[in-house]
């Protein structure tokens, strides 16, 4: 459990210094490859294939543009605020707050997962708030990301790719992904490590985890998740009212198939749907 009286929320802009950009530019133009297992950029069967890794690397040292990502990334309202969570102490915690011109707007709350970040729900925003209009265009693996922007690469594309249904990255979608965590304040291994204490947490508290949840929730399979079990599974963990169950889409289901987890969402709080009025006196789009 979370609440917020430990903090009031603080406008918050993405600012990295030069001084960053030019050790993440010398760190790149320093990287050993590894012996290429497979030449072939389309075969994963053992990982990111090292020539896919050999071009992003180069575009991310002379090509890719940070600061225009940045520039991007900074025109969504941002803001930190401490969270007090049970058992873990006080967190600051970033996120985005974006609101939608309709007064009676339903106020939602959507959490990432990792390796996501907020830049994960930028494709969903459009959909969400504007109708169809677009927005715009633990510790042993710690040591290797926290030091190496490549490793951290390597880490991170693998889950990319293998996690979604052939979404066709682009370099630039795959790079402007890594440099949040590679920039990040608390450093890449931060969401890490929240992995590592909820599973070492007093058995007490993991119960708190596996309550029954008596609000209303919906759910939305993807087929290409991480776990994927079947749908009966997940009734017993709370009161469902809506379900879901694509035929495409992955893990980072709000990147890569953002339309139809906004028609879920939809579905769930419009008139006539299962939680519709839910909020008192906000039952719109």
């Known amino acids: 459990m979370a609440d917020i009286d430990a903090g009031i929320a603080k406008p918050f802009t993405i600012d990295i210094s030069s001084d960053k ?7 790149l133009e320093l990287t050993a490859f590894p012996d290429a297992i497979l030449a072939n950029e389309s075969d994963w069967a053992h990982g990111p294939p090292v020539p896919t890794m050999r071009r992003l690397v ?3 040292r002379n090509g890719f543009d940070w600061k225009a990502a940045e520039a991007r990334l900074n025109l969504l309202p941002q803001y930190t605020i401490a969270i007090n969570v049970d058992g873990f102490g006080t967190f600051d915690v970033h996120y985005l707050h974006v609101n939608k011109a309709a007064k009676n707007a339903i106020p939602l709350l959507m959490v990432h997962g990792w390796p996501g970040s907020f830049f994960e729900f930028t494709k969903i925003l459009g959909p969400l708030t504007n109708g169809d209009e677009p927005t715009f ?3 042993t693996i710690g040591y290797s990301i926290m030091d190496s922007p490549v490793g951290l690469l390597g880490w991170i594309l693998d889950k990319l790719q293998d996690w979604t249904d052939n979404y066709p990255w682009t370099d630039d979608e795959i790079l402007t992904w890594v440099s949040i965590y590679w920039f990040s304040t608390s450093g ?3 969401s890490l490590r929240l992995y590592y204490e909820s599973r070492r947490a007093p058995q007490e508290q993991k119960k708190k985890g596996f309550a029954w949840a008596k609000c209303p929730m919906g759910i939305s399979h993807f087929p290409m998740d991480i776990n994927v079990s079947p749908v ?3 009734r017993p963990m709370g009161n469902f009212v809506l379900e879901r169950v694509h035929t495409s889409g992955g893990h980072f289901a709000a990147w890569e198939k953002p339309d139809i987890l906004a028609g879920d969402l939809k579905d769930m709080f419009k008139k006539g749907g299962p939680v519709y009025g839910v909020v008192r006196g906000r039952d719109g789009y």
């Open 21 to 27: 950009l030019d050790l993440l530019r010398q760190k």
């Open 58 to 60: 180069e575009y991310w």
């Open 137 to 139: 265009e633990p510790q």
């Open 188 to 190: 890449p291994t931060a």
């Open 232 to 234: 009966v599974w997940s």
